[in-house]
């Protein structure tokens, strides 16, 4: 399963930005997605996950309020709106997913990452 993330890139604090990610084609609606991130030095950890049908989204407690996961299963596309970024959203975002209907804490398909870094 190949999965293309796009749209980092370098802001200030304040500013806004939106990830895409490509998925699965024809079979995208069977996989649930997500955004996962990792700071420099830190773990990598869940952002924002998106259940198949899009029904069910679930936010960490430091993006809520601010960022947005969605889905267009017509263009195969998840996609993350980040408004209102602060230095410490800078990390590189992955996008994941699993055949399933809700995505798993360790998913097993990953994109490359793409970088954002946030200026203060």
């Known amino acids: 399963v190949q999965l293309q993330a796009s749209g980092g890139g370098l802001v200030q604090a304040g500013e806004f930005l939106r990830l895409s990610c490509a998925g699965p084609?024809?079979?995208?609606?069977?996989?649930?997605m997500g955004w996962f991130r990792q700071a420099p030095g830190k773990e990598r950890d869940v952002v924002a996950t998106?259940?198949?049908?899009?029904?069910?989204?679930y936010y960490a407690d430091s993006v809520k309020g601010r960022f947005t996961i969605s889905r267009d299963n017509a263009k195969s596309t998840v996609y993350l709106q980040m408004n209102s970024l602060k230095p410490e959203d800078t990390a590189v975002y992955y996008c994941?997913?699993?055949?399933?209907?809700?995505?798993?804490?360790?998913?097993?398909?990953w994109g490359q990452g793409t970088l954002v870094t946030v200026s203060s």
């Open positions: 994941a997913a699993d055949r399933d209907r809700i995505l798993s804490p360790s998913p097993n398909y």
């Open positions: 084609g024809r079979t995208f609606s069977s996989y649930a």
């Open positions: 998106i259940s198949r049908s899009g029904g069910t989204t």
